[in-house]
């Protein structure tokens, strides 16, 4: 059964002078290691180190506020429109002037989940999500945006996109063989239909799905439901209860902001191969 964790359930725990750790998904929760998440409070005038194993990758995004990044890629003034992929034995400090909430996600010896890892020669990342291509989907209203994939960053260990649910769109229920996966939902509130069940979601919840759970998403508000999900590994196998309405996404040619995208994507299936 899926595993549903509201971060006002989890404690706090000092990381450092002005700072806390809320640590969403550990392997004693899940039953699993293959992704570690936290979610970090940074007071203003705050800083921590960061530094990544060189057997791990990491990842994080801002939910609120700015900080700055300093380390071994030089320096990075960063905002709520950041994901920022840290390659292994990367080290740096974050440090916010005016406080910041961080989601801070890790994978333990990631060469679990790509065999090329250890030769891959990764290295750093600053995505802008603002700037990337959105895709509408073509059965329903919901819209996608590509944040962590093999082609941005290097590597198959990890998959990551960003998921829009307009009020009152669901999408086809399936389930997943070959990774495991999770959404953290950033605002909105909807429904998570797991198999015969259902769960109420809203903003700082986190969803953990093991393979083969069939589950589904519905927006029962009146406001859009807006998700970051992360799938390990990238690469998985995607079952569909109807075929008929497998999840089909068409680039439209903008930018969340109806700007000109960073690059192109063209449209696809849900689990073919793009060069996304």
Not at 32 to 49: E, F, I, P, Q
Not at 143 to 157: C, E, H, Q, S, W
């Amino acid at each position: 059964m899926p595993v549903l964790i509201n971060s006002e359930s989890v404690d706090a725990i000092p990381m450092g002078e002005g700072i806390t750790r809320q640590a969403l998904i550990t392997p004693e929760r899940v039953n699993n290691d293959c992704v570690v998440l936290d979610r970090w409070n940074v007071s203003a005038g705050a800083s921590t180190k960061i530094q990544v194993a060189s057997t791990d990758l990491a990842w994080f995004q801002l939910l609120e506020g700015e900080a700055t990044l300093d380390g071994s890629a030089g320096h990075h003034q960063l905002s709520d429109a950041n994901v920022v992929f840290l390659p292994p034995e990367f080290e740096g400090t974050l440090e916010s002037a005016s406080g910041a909430v961080v989601l801070y996600a890790r994978v333990p010896d990631a060469g679990r989940f790509d065999p090329a890892f250890a030769d891959s020669k990764l290295e750093f990342r600053c995505v802008d999500w603002r700037a990337e291509p959105t895709l509408d989907s073509e059965h329903d209203a919901r819209t996608r945006i590509y944040l962590v994939t093999p082609t941005l960053f290097g590597t198959k260990a990890v998959k990551g996109e960003m998921i829009i649910y307009a009020p009152g769109a669901t999408a086809s229920t399936h389930h997943h063989v070959g990774a495991e996966h999770f959404q953290y939902i950033i605002s909105g509130s909807g429904t998570a239909l797991l198999g015969d069940e259902s769960q109420p979601m809203r903003a700082g919840d986190t969803l953990y799905n093991y393979e083969y759970e069939m589950h589904n998403f519905v927006n029962d508000g009146d406001e859009d439901l807006v998700f970051v999900e992360y799938f390990v590994p990238a690469e998985c196998q995607t079952i569909w209860v109807n075929p008929e309405t497998v999840c089909t996404w068409s680039p439209t040619g903008k930018n969340i902001d109806g700007g000109e995208p960073s690059r192109k994507v063209t449209a696809h299936a849900h689990g073919a191969d793009v060069d996304a």
